[in-house]
C-alpha cells in the first residue's frame, strides 16, 4: 500500500526565515510526487511534478527536491501570503486506479510578519 | 488550466438524505476523479469517473453508497446516499488531460446532522 507522510505537521515562521518541508513516502514504482497548495476554503492549487531522483523545480521562493525515498519543498525568504496548507502526493506506475494520487496530511505554514 | 466549478459550494443536509454534487469544467477532460477531505485527515480518492461506462471505485467505497455519473468530457456527479454524520466531509472533483497532473475543483462542504 502506497503511504505518504509529512513532517512537521505545523510549521511557524517568521518573514525571511527559509524553511524545509518533508514528505516522505513507499510506493511500489514512483510515476511521479506532486506538491500542492492548499487556501483556508479552497481546492488544492497544483505546484510541482518530479518525477525521477535528483530532479528539482523552482517556482518564485519554492523549490521542490526528490530523491528515490523523499522529497523537500524548500521556501527560501517566505511572505505572509506563502501561508498556506502544503500537500505532497504520489502516484504509482501500477494499480487498479492508474491515477490515483495517494496524499499525505499535509504542513500547515504560518509566516508571521 | 482548466476551470473548474463545483455546486453546491456548501450544503447542510439531514441524516438519512441524499446530496448530488456537480463538477463543471470548461473545456473537455479525459479524466474525472472524486475525492473526498475529512477533517484532520489525507485527502481519499472516492472513485474515478469514467465517460461512457461506470466509475472505478476505491477499495472502502461503494457505488450504491456514492453513485456517479459522467455524460460527456466536460461534466461529472456524484451522489452522497443515505447520509449519516460520518459523510460530513469536504468532497472534491479534480482532472487530468493529457498528462500525469491533477487539478481540482474549489470543493463542496457537507455537513450531515
Not at chain 2, 465517460?51 to 456517479?68: H, L, N, R, W
Amino acid at each position: 500500500e502506497d503511504q505518504v507522510t509529512q513532517s512537521p505537521e505545523a510549521l511557524r515562521l517568521q518573514e525571511g526565515e527559509s524553511s524545509s518541508l518533508n514528505c516522505s513516502y513507499t510506493v511500489s514504482g514512483l510515476r511521479g510526487l506532486f506538491w500542492y497548495r492548499q487556501d483556508p476554503g479552497k481546492g488544492p492549487e497544483f505546484l510541482f511534478t518530479l518525477y525521477s531522483a535528483g530532479e528539482e523545480k523552482e517556482k518564485e521562493r519554492l523549490k521542490a527536491t526528490l530523491t528515490k525515498k523523499e522529497s523537500f519543498l524548500h521556501i527560501t525568504a517566505p511572505k505572509p501570503e506563502d501561508s498556506a496548507t502544503y500537500l505532497c502526493a504520489v502516484q504509482a506506475e501500477s494499480g487498479g486506479s492508474n491515477y490515483k494520487l495517494t496524499f499525505g496530511k499535509g504542513t500547515l505554514l504560518t509566516v508571521n510578519p | 488550466s482548466a476551470v473548474i466549478s463545483q455546486k453546491p459550494s456548501r450544503d447542510i443536509c439531514q441524516r438519512g438524505t441524499s446530496l448530488t454534487i456537480q463538477c463543471q469544467v470548461d473545456s473537455q477532460v479525459t479524466m474525472m476523479f472524486w475525492y473526498r477531505q475529512q477533517p484532520g485527515q489525507s485527502l481519499t480518492l472516492i472513485a474515478t469517473a469514467n465517460q461512457g461506462s461506470e466509475a472505478t471505485y476505491e477499495s472502502g467505497f461503494v457505488i450504491d453508497k456514492f453513485p456517479i455519473s459522467r455524460p460527456n468530457l466536460t461534466f461529472s456527479t456524484l451522489t452522497v446516499s443515505n447520509m449519516s454524520p460520518e459523510d460530513s466531509s469536504i468532497y472534491l472533483c479534480s482532472v487530468s488531460s493529457g498528462s500525469y497532473e491533477q487539478y481540482f475543483g474549489p470543493g463542496t462542504r457537507l455537513t450531515v446532522t
